[in-house]
């Protein structure tokens, strides 16, 4: 009961240090508090924040500052009467502004929007003034940990850790055709997966250091490697809803949306997708809309390099879209448009591996593929196979998220177009399961497939190698009795004329050695080992 009680404490501790966006310090000593526990003195350890302390939250200064979250944090209002309003930057007065309208209205809604590498001081504003809950914080930057053993296994977490946060992918699917390319080569593939695969860790070994890293610099977590053109980049969004209070017994709520998609993946860090011989490029995910007019996008002009990425503009096109999901009285629709787009962009990416999947089973079914590529389509299949479970898990993920929060809606006429918006993202992502397992069924009597062919080259093998000794045997039995006549003809023996050694003392000599070479060759090799075992040389002597 004691350490319930203190980790209640804990929690009401955070939330009071809401009521001054100054009181930043006192949320991240909270956090560094909470971090110490063990479990030599807590039933609620807190040693997996050590790497969020150790990163965003070790020091604090006396004073605040937002200037740093420029490129890095959007603010989106919803109130009554009122249009969405857009604000592509975020100082204190748009903290007052959030303060006012839990005042001044009955209802409001607000959008915090985070893009790519934090400002460390940024965190702990927005954690204190809105009072968000720390878990929120540790699972996006779960970058930070070199294994799950440093993690303790935290994650995946129980849904009842944070019942209002939730983790979607976001997945961009990359093209990089190299200046000396001749065609597909499956025999490397795997081996470029390997040396790729050391290069990525090389990439998140720099992120943990953060050393070439600014706020609002884009992120990557994962890199898998389809075949020598195709890969797919992995990033995440973590979303946070969350009520504020009011000081009208009104209706107000609060969504922070933390994406890795920050400012252009040509002006942040390089990862293995940048190579010398190969050019990169990020195939645009597609979605249709027959509402969408059809206008020209505003050029936006930008230095440096370009690897234009259509995650980028999720935060630019919330406005414009928010409109039609957006309801004043369910934080839910704020989230609505990434989900979309996560379907859009999950719709694609499994589009991509049954195209790799059919190519890899034409390859099984070649009759002219050798050992060596059916080897590798094998091994394609099964990264195909394992890659395809881990996304249906995050599939499975957001459905249950989106049934919790069917669940606890409310009854009134106004949630019937938010239960209508829930129930089109269940049919999206129902359908993405049933694709997923319905490929993962393929990759498995693709994997039957090959291990039946593996047995066929196995046996032709087999086959070969009796014919060339049946051939050998052929040879050898023209071959020995003709160099046996010939040895026997060479001997020193009297009967032969050129020795004094009578002929029948070969024959005394031969047949024993004959006997015992039988004997060796057809009794049971148990029965000798036995027989050994058993014989004493010291009683023999």
């Not at 804990?10 to 009521?19: F, G, R, V, Y």
């Not at 019942?163 to 990359?174: E, Q, S, Y």
């Not at 290069?199 to 600014?214: A, F, I, P, T």
């Not at 860090?269 to 027959?290: D, E, M, Q």
Request: aromatic share 10%; with cysteine; hydrophobic share 35%.
């Amino acid at each position: 009961m004691e350490d319930h009680r203190g980790q209640k404490q804990l929690k009401e501790d955070i939330i009071l240090s809401t009521l001054h966006p100054h009181d930043h310090r006192h949320y991240a000593q909270n956090v560094r508090e909470a971090s110490e526990r063990t479990a030599n003195t807590s039933l609620f350890s807190g040693q997996a924040l050590r790497n969020l302390v150790r990163h965003h939250f070790g020091t604090t200064s006396d004073r605040a500052s937002l200037d740093l979250a420029e490129g890095f944090a959007s603010y989106i209002s919803i109130l009554p009467g009122q249009s969405v309003s857009f604000h592509d930057a975020f100082d204190y007065s748009f903290l007052e502004s959030i303060s006012k309208a839990t005042i001044n209205f009955a209802k409001s809604g607000h959008i915090i929007i985070l893009r790519g590498y934090p400002p460390a001081e940024f965190l702990q504003i927005c954690g204190a003034k809105f009072g968000i809950d720390h878990e929120f914080f540790r699972r996006h930057t779960n970058y930070l940990t070199t294994s799950d053993i440093q993690d303790h296994f935290v994650d995946p977490t129980l849904p009842s850790y944070g019942d209002d946060i939730l983790d979607v992918r976001l997945t961009t699917i990359g093209s990089r055709r190299s200046s000396t390319h001749h065609g597909y080569n499956w025999e490397q593939v795997e081996e470029l997966r390997g040396s790729e695969a050391a290069k990525m860790r090389n990439y998140l070994k720099d992120l943990r250091r953060g050393e070439s890293w600014g706020p609002g610099k884009s992120i990557v977590r994962g890199f898998e490697v389809h075949d020598e053109d195709l890969f797919s980049l992995h990033q995440k969004a973590t979303i946070c809803m969350k009520t504020l209070p009011s000081a009208n017994d009104g209706s107000h709520w609060l969504v922070l949306i933390w994406l890795d998609c920050g400012q252009d993946l040509g002006n942040s860090p390089r990862g293995p997708w940048f190579s010398k011989n190969a050019y990169p490029a990020l195939i645009p995910v597609f979605r249709h809309t027959p509402e969408t007019p059809l206008e020209r996008d505003p050029e936006r002009v930008q230095e440096g390099f370009m690897l234009p990425q259509t995650a980028v503009n999720l935060y630019r096109q919330s406005c414009s879209s928010l409109e039609k999901y957006l309801s004043i009285d369910d934080p839910f629709s704020a989230v609505v448009e990434i989900l979309l787009y996560v379907a859009a962009a999950e719709s694609q990416y499994l589009n991509m591996v049954r195209s790799n999947i059919h190519l890899n089973r034409e390859k099984l079914f070649d009759a002219s593929s050798d050992e060596n590529i059916i080897v590798a389509a094998r091994s394609s299949i099964l990264h195909s196979l394992d890659s395809l479970e881990e996304h249906r898990k995050d599939y499975e993920g957001i459905l249950a998220f989106i049934g919790r929060r069917n669940h606890h809606h409310d009854a009134e006429p106004s949630a019937t177009d938010s239960r209508r918006t829930l129930a089109q993202l269940v049919v999206e992502f129902e359908n993405l399961i049933n694709r997923s397992e319905r490929l993962c069924r393929e990759c498995e009597r693709n994997m039957s497939i090959a291990t039946s062919n593996a047995s066929i080259l196995e046996a032709k093998r087999g086959i070969e190698q009796s014919q060339s000794l049946f051939k050998f045997t052929v040879l050898a039995s023209v071959y020995v009795p003709l160099s046996y006549t010939a040895s026997l003809f060479g001997m020193n023996f009297r009967e032969i004329g050129q020795g004094k050694l009578s002929i029948w003392l070969y024959f005394v000599v031969s047949l024993p050695i004959f006997t015992l070479s039988l004997l060796t060759m057809f009794l049971n090799k148990k029965v000798i080992q036995r027989w050994l075992s058993g014989f004493s040389w010291d009683e023999a002597r």
